[in-house]
C-alpha cells in the first residue's frame, strides 16, 4: 500500500478545489520514507482521503495523479492516454486516426498530453508523424516512464511506431543516471524525422533540439502570421528551426530572414526552407545573438517576430525577464518600419499575461509610436488548461500594428 502524506490542518482546501498540487508547506508529516516520484496518498489531519500522486523534492511536493483512491497502475495510464487522445481527435475533427496512414494528411505533428491540463502533472507527450516523444518534468513521471510507453503503444497502436524517451533537459541527473535519452519502443532507423503541419513539412530535431524537438504550440499563431506575410519583408527572431519562416514565405513575403544564437538551430532552419520551398532566395538565416543583430539591423522590416526563450522559469527572476522583454520589443518598437507588423511572445509561465503586457506597453510608450493591438494570441487547442489549474495557461502573444 502506498505511503501516507498528513496536511496540517486546514491545507487541504486547494485539494478541494481540484487543484493538483501540494506544497511542502501544506505538510504536518509523512507516515513512512517513500522515495522521490513514488506514489503517495494524501489526507488531511484527520486521516481523510484527499488524493493520490507523486512525491518529490521541492516546493511543490505532490503532483495529484488522480482525487480517487485508487491504484496508479496500468488501466490508470491506458484511460488517461485514451481519453487525451479521444480530447484531440475532437480538436481535430476525428483526423487523427487516418492521418498516419494517408501522406496528403495537412497535421500530423500536436501534442497528445499536457500534464496538468490533462490530468497527467509532469509528463508531455508530442507526436511527430509516426513517432511520440515522451518528456518527463517529475521523478514520477520519469520512474514511470515504461509503463506509460507501455500503455501509449497499447492507445495508439498502429498510429505510433516509435516512442522516443527525451527527459536528460528536464531531469538531467534523474534521466542520464538512468540511461538517458533513448528508444523506448521502435529505433532510429524506422522513425521518420519529418512531419507536417497544415501542409508545411518540418525536420524534428528530437535527438538534439529544444523541448521535444519542435514548438507545436505555435501551429495557429504560425497560420495567422501566413495571413499577413504577403509582400512583407519578415525578420524571424529566436527562430529556432524556422516555423514561422516558412509559414512567411508560403504567405508570399518579399523576403525573410531568420536568426538564432544556435548553429544547429540555423542548419535545420535551411534544411527546413529547402525542404519546402526549394532553390527559393527569398530566404537568408544568420546564425547570431539576437540583442546583437537587433543593434546593428537596418529598418528594413515591416513584419518582426519575437519569440524568446523563456526569460523566468521561477517568481525570482520575474522581475529580471520583464526587463528583458521591455528591452527586446523597444528594439522592436525603434527599428519596425512605419505599418509595420510586431508578433510578441512570451512562454514564460510565471509571467502573466498583464506583466507581458504591461511590458510591452511599456516598450511602446518609450517609441513614442501609435501601436494597435491587433490580436492577443495564446496556446491551441492540443494545449489544454485544467480550469482547476490556471497556471497552465503559458503562452501570451501580442499581433500589434505599428505607425
Known amino acids: 500500500m502506498y505511503k501516507t502524506v498528513y496536511l496540517k490542518k486546514g491545507k487541504e482546501e486547494s485539494l478541494g478545489r481540484f487543484h493538483p498540487w501540494v506544497f511542502s508547506g501544506a505538510i504536518h508529516h509523512i507516515d513512512g520514507r517513500p522515495e522521490e516520484g513514488d506514489v503517495v496518498r494524501v489526507v488531511n489531519a484527520d486521516g481523510r482521503f484527499l488524493a493520490v500522486g507523486h512525491i518529490q523534492i521541492g516546493s511543490i511536493a505532490v503532483r495529484v495523479l488522480s482525487f480517487e483512491d485508487i491504484i496508479i497502475g496500468?488501466?490508470?495510464?491506458?484511460?488517461?492516454?485514451?481519453?487525451?487522445?479521444?480530447?484531440?481527435?475532437?480538436?481535430?475533427?476525428?483526423?487523427?486516426?487516418?492521418?498516419?496512414?494517408?501522406?496528403?494528411?495537412?497535421?500530423?505533428?500536436?501534442?497528445?498530453?499536457?500534464?496538468?491540463?490533462?490530468?497527467?502533472?509532469?509528463?508531455?507527450?508530442?507526436?511527430?508523424?509516426?513517432?511520440?516523444?515522451?518528456?518527463?518534468?517529475?521523478?514520477?513521471?520519469?520512474?514511470?516512464?515504461?509503463?506509460?510507453?507501455?500503455?501509449?503503444a497499447k492507445v495508439l497502436d498502429g498510429v505510433v511506431d516509435n516512442i522516443y524517451y527525451k527527459s536528460e533537459t528536464?531531469?538531467?541527473?534523474k534521466a542520464s543516471e538512468d540511461g538517458g535519452n533513448g528508444f523506448l519502443k521502435g529505433n532510429l532507423a524506422s522513425a521518420d524525422d519529418i512531419a507536417t503541419e497544415n501542409g508545411l513539412r518540418f525536420h524534428v530535431d528530437w535527438l538534439g533540439g529544444q523541448k521535444t524537438g519542435f514548438f507545436v504550440d505555435q501551429r495557429e499563431n504560425r497560420a495567422l502570421l501566413e495571413h499577413y506575410s504577403q509582400g512583407r519583408k519578415v525578420l524571424n527572431m529566436f527562430c529556432y528551426t524556422g516555423g514561422f519562416s516558412f509559414y512567411a514565405m508560403r504567405g508570399g513575403a518579399e523576403l525573410v530572414h531568420s536568426v538564432d544564437s544556435s548553429s544547429r538551430a540555423i542548419d535545420i532552419t535551411r534544411?527546413?526552407?529547402?525542404?519546402?520551398?526549394?532553390?527559393?532566395?527569398?530566404?537568408?538565416?544568420?546564425?547570431?545573438?539576437?540583442?546583437?543583430?537587433?543593434?546593428?539591423?537596418?529598418?528594413?522590416?515591416?513584419?518582426?517576430?519575437?519569440?524568446?526563450?523563456?526569460?523566468?522559469?521561477?517568481?525570482?527572476?520575474?522581475?529580471?525577464?520583464?526587463?528583458?522583454?521591455?528591452?527586446?520589443?523597444?528594439?522592436?518598437?525603434?527599428?519596425?518600419?512605419?505599418?509595420?507588423?510586431?508578433?510578441?511572445?512570451?512562454?514564460?509561465?510565471?509571467?502573466?499575461?498583464?506583466?507581458?503586457?504591461?511590458?510591452?506597453?511599456?516598450a511602446a510608450a518609450m517609441s513614442g509610436r501609435r501601436v494597435r493591438i491587433l490580436h492577443q494570441l495564446t496556446q491551441p487547442a492540443d494545449h489544454p488548461v485544467s480550469i482547476y489549474h490556471p497556471e497552465g495557461e503559458y503562452l501570451k502573444g501580442l499581433v500589434l500594428y505599428v505607425e
Open 74 to 152: 496500468k488501466s490508470f495510464w491506458e484511460e488517461r492516454l485514451n481519453a487525451a487522445y479521444n480530447v484531440r481527435k475532437s480538436i481535430f475533427n476525428s483526423q487523427l486516426a487516418s492521418s498516419h496512414q494517408d501522406n496528403t494528411q495537412q497535421t500530423n505533428a500536436f501534442r497528445l498530453v499536457h500534464g496538468e491540463g490533462d490530468g497527467l502533472p509532469g509528463l508531455v507527450i508530442d507526436i511527430y508523424n509516426r513517432t511520440a516523444v515522451m518528456q518527463a518534468h517529475s521523478v514520477g513521471m520519469h520512474v514511470s516512464r515504461r509503463d506509460i510507453a507501455d500503455a501509449l
Open 170 to 173: 528536464t531531469l538531467a541527473y
Open 271 to 362: 534544411a527546413n526552407v529547402e525542404l519546402n520551398f526549394p532553390g527559393d532566395t527569398r530566404h537568408e538565416a544568420f546564425a547570431e545573438d539576437a540583442f546583437k543583430y537587433l543593434d546593428r539591423m537596418g529598418d528594413q522590416y515591416d513584419l518582426i517576430i519575437l519569440d524568446p526563450p523563456a526569460f523566468a522559469k521561477h517568481k525570482d527572476a520575474l522581475r529580471n525577464a520583464l526587463m528583458g522583454y521591455r528591452k527586446l520589443n523597444a528594439k522592436a518598437f525603434e527599428k519596425i518600419r512605419p505599418g509595420g507588423i510586431l508578433f510578441t511572445f512570451s512562454c514564460s509561465q510565471v509571467v502573466s499575461k498583464d506583466n507581458f503586457r504591461t511590458a510591452v506597453f511599456t
